[in-house]
């Protein structure tokens, strides 16, 4: 008896990582993606699992919640994971990758699975049979319209930006310094400093400068996520507010002066060959003309050549309390399955980790397995716990984070020793329950 192959919508990271763990698990899948036939307004190139907005996975230390992240989906074969670990660019702390060279790879690497059947083109509406739904929170109008259909309930959503990418040679190294905050790791950023009066002129200068206009619906919901506000929209709460945010020149000194900038702007590697370099924290709707004449008032910057400018687009993201279960099974379909941001998840690792279970538990469906939850002491399980349980009126996306962890049982006041009673518990319970199933 030949198998019905699982459907996943969707080639970034959350349906990349499905598709991959199906195929693992000796399942056939069909994985579609819609690019280059019909592009996103957020997407540039037709390779699976494109970063878009940063080429950072975020912080590496396992006592980190995105580390910790990290590390639970090594110990669960996560493709995406093992890819950006082999792929890092220097980032500090921070693990970052050479995003060109990580889809492509991730894309040569799911065509030649003999399980993963790779098609090109838009998919209007939601198959039957199991399917994966990892279409993202820039889903088609079609298949968007289809699955308001299936669930009977509008759309969330909130405003996300990228940010510029600038031509390393373009950079006056004589004055941005290379140098990590507190000298943690290697010294891979790029630091652009600036005294009192260079800031307070950049900042009136970016308080003025022109937005690209939304429409009109956009406008009337117009709702940023906090964790990813534009640079613009820091400058408008305040003087010092990008000093305390993005520009902090805490724990970074030019190791030729000795002195601390009264401000920094950090660049940070996109490539492995050094030729590229992202403004860290400065998404942007700013008019791309106006991102010239602002940006290249930043000392070291006069005669930056940009590859790529900042944009802005909206991200929706449905209802997941109401409508999931935390094995990522709709309710009343449980046949359907999804991942990403379309469900709430935040961040790149959230997506690849929403794929893999998403997609673990597809391939359980269709070989007659009951599906998995993860332990909530884990930062996967909490995650996933937290979408399907939260608040339906105030459900807003979520990144990782260790204020979604049960409670340690015991007070312990050190930030740090505290994160690592979570990490070490979190490792031990997923090693647990990985040798369970």
Not at 45 to 51: G, I
Not at 90 to 99: I, K, N, Q, W, Y
Not at 179 to 198: I, T
Not at 359 to 374: D, F, M, Q, S, V
Request: aromatic share 8%.
């Amino acid at each position: 008896m030949t198998q019905e192959p699982i459907q996943v919508i969707g080639g970034g990271l959350a349906g990349t990582e499905a598709a991959w763990q199906i195929a693992q698990a000796g399942v056939p899948v069909i994985l579609y993606e819609m690019r280059p036939k019909r592009f996103s307004p957020a997407h540039h190139t037709e390779h699976l699992a494109e970063l878009v907005c940063s080429n950072s996975f975020g912080a590496m230390a396992s006592d980190r919640a995105a580390g910790l992240l990290h590390e639970e989906l090594r110990q669960l074969g996560s493709i995406v994971i093992s890819k950006a670990d082999e792929h890092a660019v220097p980032a500090g702390g921070a693990l970052a990758v050479d995003r060109g060279q990580f889809s492509h790879d991730l894309t040569q690497t799911l065509e030649n699975h003999p399980l993963i059947d790779f098609r090109r083109g838009e998919v209007p509406h939601i198959p039957d049979g199991i399917v994966v739904l990892a279409s993202g929170p820039l889903t088609s109008p079609d298949l968007a319209a289809d699955l308001h259909r299936f669930t009977g309930m509008e759309y969330m959503s909130f405003f996300d930006a990228a940010s510029p990418i600038i031509v390393g040679d373009s950079i006056n190294k004589d004055i941005a310094f290379m140098a990590s905050r507190y000298d943690k790791g290697e010294a891979a950023y790029l630091n652009c400093p600036m005294n009192k009066e260079q800031y307070l002129r950049f900042w009136e200068a970016l308080r003025q400068a022109e937005q690209t206009e939304l429409k009109d619906f956009e406008r009337e919901t117009a709702k940023f996520f906090e964790a990813c506000l534009p640079i613009e929209e820091l400058a408008q709460r305040g003087e010092d507010t990008m000093r305390y945010g993005p520009l902090k020149p805490v724990g970074l000194s030019d190791s030729r002066t000795g002195e601390r900038p009264y401000a920094v702007v950090q660049l940070r590697q996109e490539d492995k060959a050094g030729q590229l370099w992202n403004m860290v924290g400065f998404q942007t709707n700013l008019r791309w003309g106006e991102q010239k004449r602002v940006f290249q008032m930043i000392p070291g910057l006069e005669k930056a050549e940009f590859v790529r400018l900042g944009v802005m687009h909206r991200n929706t993201f449905i209802n997941a309390p109401q409508l999931m279960s935390a094995s990522l099974q709709f309710k009343q379909r449980p046949t359907l399955l999804a991942a990403g941001q379309l469900i709430g998840t935040e961040g790149y690792t959230a997506a690849s980790a929403g794929g893999w279970l998403a997609g673990t538990n597809a391939a359980r469906l269709a070989l007659g397995k009951e599906p998995l939850t993860l332990p909530n002491t884990t930062m996967m399980g909490a995650l996933f716990e937290f979408i399907s349980s939260a608040s339906p009126k105030h459900f807003q996306p979520m990144p990782p984070n260790f204020g979604i962890l049960p409670d340690l049982g015991v007070k312990i006041k050190s930030k740090q020793e505290r994160y690592g009673k979570y990490r070490d518990r979190s490792l031990t319970d997923l090693a647990t329950w990985k040798a369970a199933i």
